[in-house]
């Protein structure tokens, strides 16, 4: 019994988070909202437009979120933490490294806006409007290209360049 209660503390942050009981938080949630804010710490203390800023959470579900971590969720999170529980996501390492994107053409089907949130959630990634010296990614979406004034500053920097639709699935 004592060797099942230590495993279970190996059991990853997503999972403590879908057994306290959040409403509407099921696997594929908890690990979205784990990839997004590795820390369950963390996580308690975020805003309603933080959840609602991610893909496929809407204000009601932020609003249950943000209501079960102020209410009993935070106090319960820190208690399982000294007991031994995990409160951090493991997360492998992707394009996390790389946080500043700017997008060069258009995606079709995609506004500026989906594509913004899909950094943020897949990549810890925010878009920027122009190419600057902070700029870590230029993406190359449909239309865009050599020709472009962001293309030309991003080889003149030395940004790298990589086709949108290739990252964008990559991070899936």
Request: hydrophobic content about 40%; overall charge positive.
């Given at each position: 019994m004592i060797t099942?209660?230590?495993?279970?503390?190996?059991?990853?942050?997503?999972?403590?988070?879908i057994g306290i009981g959040v409403?509407?938080?099921?696997?594929?949630?908890?690990?979205?909202?784990?990839?997004?804010?590795?820390?369950?710490?963390?996580?308690?203390?975020?805003?309603?437009?933080?959840?609602?800023?991610?893909?496929?959470?809407?204000?009601?579900?932020?609003?249950?979120i943000v209501r079960f971590f102020e209410e009993r969720g935070r106090q319960l999170v820190l208690e399982l933490q000294d007991v031994g529980l995990s409160v951090i996501e493991q997360q492998n390492v992707t394009l996390?490294?790389?946080?500043?994107?700017?997008?060069?053409?258009?995606?079709?089907?995609?506004?500026?806006?989906?594509?913004s949130k899909m950094l943020a959630y897949k990549c810890n990634g925010v878009l920027q409007s122009s190419v600057t010296s902070s700029t870590d990614m230029l993406l190359v979406g449909d239309e865009g290209g050599?020709?472009?004034?962001?293309?030309?500053?991003?080889?003149?920097?030395?940004?790298?360049?990589?086709?949108?639709r290739e990252i964008l699935n990559l991070n899936k």
């Open positions: 099942a209660i230590e495993r279970s503390k190996l059991q990853p942050a997503h999972c403590v988070l409403p509407c938080i099921g696997k594929t949630t908890a690990k979205k909202l784990m990839a997004a804010c590795p820390s369950l710490l963390e996580l308690s203390v975020k805003s309603k437009q933080w959840f609602v800023a991610l893909p496929d959470i809407g204000d009601l579900i932020a609003s249950q996390s490294d790389t946080t500043n994107y700017v997008i060069t053409g258009t995606i079709h089907g995609m506004s500026r806006r989906e594509i050599e020709g472009t004034t962001k293309y030309k500053k991003a080889v003149k920097l030395g940004i790298p360049i990589a086709p949108a």
